[in-house]
């Protein structure tokens, strides 16, 4: 270990480096620049840290937050001073809705160079709003010992922010004077060398060693580990309360809500402890683990969407009790009927947000579900004609929608998903793109015990950084699958030169309907123009072309047998597309004619 004394900047970067390597840092993420080039080299000299290239800088930022979304670790982002930085914002605004770590660094000009119409010189104080979890412009460089203590505690205060209480960005904003380049620049560097005992000065800092020991947990009397079990005594204590007489109710239900789980199979047992406790139905959203883990739960029910839509079946499940483990299923049906029925609900989340845009009777117990699971009381009741019922219903309405689907031999892009949930290898990583992917994905994906790891942008809900999202959760993985639409794949084209960088495999379905087929499922449809012109918006784009630009391999898929025959096995390396043609409005006729009718009869 070694702290690069050529000149002043070169010292002070290097000391940000050292500081987030020693706490667990992994990757840097560098878009180029000449101001940001004491970071850049700083990054370079740290052989531990994987310093990868990108240069498009919304591009970058989203490849970070997908390499954060998988390991749940902070990645860092470099970019120079201007407009580098703005082009950061969508992903900044989809970590802190998602609750991603990232670190952004924004090289900037000294103080006496703004204001000035020096080039490439704007107003990055705050550049992100409220965004960030802290950001902060740090002091220019100098080799005083006390503004490197500075410097190091700053580093590891930004890493804590990073992760507690809730994870989500951190935005520094560093100036740098001239010179840029590790070249002499007059200053004392035996001196600071002869000061600075380094083993001393990083002592105590390593992984592990601050806030990773934060637990979720809300107030209490006593401390509480996470192995510990806690007497009715400690429960009590909770503020707010635990729930215990959840058990005493009946009509309830639990609500797996969207989630990103770092340990998909603790996080789906500890929900299905829960519900085997309280006897309750498992509504489990299909961006949710908890599909891919139905053996562990008996009670899981994927067709709720469908179920709802049945007037006499939603008035007659109408539940007393939801407890919602994290954020609200996609399901417009489901919110509606929530909104409609008004039930008591319990909103099970660690972070300190607010999880309830019904505004409803709602509490928020502020812990984990797998904390939950371990100090609630494990004395399981006896299930109920309620339960039964969902349970009973959910058998028959999958087998009617697996039926139907199985049997449809023309293009329809719901039935990717509804392959994707049988074919893929078990624990492939699958980034799912906004808009009618993740609706197909909760209208039609089947359980299973595959062990498939779903990922989405659901903070925001935005289209903006689909692909290089899915090549940051691809970089270092195994074989990962995106599932997308054109629109979304086009709107982040410069991903694609990621590709030479990216240590795995992305295979990316795409769903080629020529336009947004979102938009055909609402009312605007009905009138054109302006519908095609301004909302369809068609591209009319030769995926095989675009795909030879950036040297990416194309299949065009043209029956459903291909499409099994491509994904039961992912290579381990490169981009490869493999592209559907659908009809977006046959799509959408499909889902109108055929939603509702699924649970007729029952």
């Known amino acids: 270990m070694s702290i690069d004394l050529r000149n002043t900047n070169s010292a002070c970067a290097s000391i940000l480096v050292e500081t987030w390597r020693r706490l667990g840092l992994n990757t840097a993420v560098i878009c180029p620049g000449s101001r940001s080039t004491p970071l850049t080299i700083a990054f370079l000299q740290a052989s531990e840290v994987e310093a990868i290239s990108v240069l498009d800088e919304r591009s970058a930022a989203f490849f970070a937050l997908g390499i954060a979304k998988q390991t749940s670790k902070p990645v860092v982002v470099v970019v120079t001073s201007g407009t580098a930085g703005v082009n950061c914002y969508p992903a900044i605004v989809e970590a802190r809705e998602s609750r991603v770590p990232l670190i952004v660094l924004t090289a900037d000009r000294p103080p006496e160079l703004r204001h000035c119409h020096s080039g490439q010189t704007i107003d990055q104080l705050k550049l992100f709003g409220s965004y960030p979890n802290w950001q902060a412009e740090l002091a220019l460089p100098s080799l005083e010992i006390s503004t490197l203590r500075y410097l190091r505690q700053t580093a590891i205060y930004a890493w804590e922010r990073a992760l507690y209480p809730v994870p989500g960005v951190i935005h520094l904003n560093i100036p740098f004077r001239d010179?840029?380049?590790?070249?002499?620049?007059?200053n004392n560097s035996e001196f600071i060398s002869s000061q600075l005992e380094l083993e001393d000065f990083?002592?105590?800092?390593e992984i592990g060693s601050r806030a990773d020991a934060h637990l979720s947990l809300p107030a209490t009397p006593v401390r509480v580990g996470l192995s510990k079990l806690l007497t009715s005594q400690e429960i009590s204590g909770l503020n707010p309360p635990l729930p215990v007489f959840w058990q005493q109710l009946e009509?309830?239900?639990?609500?797996?809500?969207?989630?990103?789980?770092?340990?998909?199979?603790?996080?789906?047992?500890?929900i299905a402890q829960l519900a085997k406790t309280v006897k309750f139905p498992v509504l489990a959203e299909g961006l949710s683990p908890a599909r891919n883990y139905a053996e562990l739960n008996p009670y899981l029910i994927s067709t709720y969407d469908l179920i709802l839509r049945q007037p006499q079946l939603a008035d007659k499940l109408k539940p007393d009790l939801v407890i919602q483990i994290g954020e609200l299923p996609t399901s417009k049906e489901l919110r509606s009927w929530l909104d409609r029925t008004q039930p008591q609900r319990w909103i099970v989340d660690p972070s300190d947000q607010n999880l309830d845009p019904l505004h409803g009777k709602t509490t928020h117990l502020r812990l984990c579900v797998e904390q939950l699971a371990q100090i609630y009381p494990t004395k399981p009741k006896l299930p109920s004609d309620y339960l039964q019922l969902w349970c009973d219903l959910e058998t028959k309405v999958r087998g009617v929608v697996d039926g139907a689907i199985a049997n449809l031999n023309q293009p329809f892009e719901g039935k990717v998903a509804w392959m994707l949930s049988q074919i893929l290898p078990p624990g492939t990583p699958l980034f799912i793109a906004n808009s009618m992917p993740v609706r197909d994905v909760e209208f039609f994906w089947m359980p299973s015990n595959s062990g498939v790891r779903p990922f989405v942008n659901r903070g925001a809900n935005g289209i903006d950084g689909t692909l290089s999202t899915a090549l940051g959760i691809a970089h270092h993985n195994q074989s990962s699958v995106m599932l997308t639409g054109d629109l979304a794949l086009l709107h982040d084209t410069n991903g694609f030169l990621i590709g030479k960088k990216l240590k795995g495999h992305l295979t990316i379905v795409l769903i080629n309907n020529n336009g947004g087929g979102i938009f055909e499922m609402l009312p605007i449809s009905q009138f054109d123009p302006p519908f095609e012109e301004f909302f369809a918006t068609p591209q009319d784009i030769d995926f095989a072309c675009l795909c030879q630009t950036y040297g990416v391999e194309h299949e065009l898929i043209t029956t459903w047998e291909d499409l099994q025959q491509r994904l039961e096995f992912i290579p381990a390396?490169?981009?490869?597309?493999?592209?559907?043609?659908?009809?977006?409005k046959a799509d959408a006729r499909w889902r109108q004619a055929n939603l509702a009718k699924f649970v007729q009869g029952i």
């Open 251 to 270: 009509r309830g239900i639990i609500i797996a809500g969207i989630a990103q789980p770092q340990n998909p199979r603790e996080y789906c047992g500890a």
């Open 202 to 205: 990083f002592a105590g800092i």
């Open 573 to 584: 390396s490169g981009i490869r597309v493999l592209e559907l043609r659908t009809n977006r």
């Open 179 to 186: 010179p840029l380049a590790p070249i002499p620049d007059g």
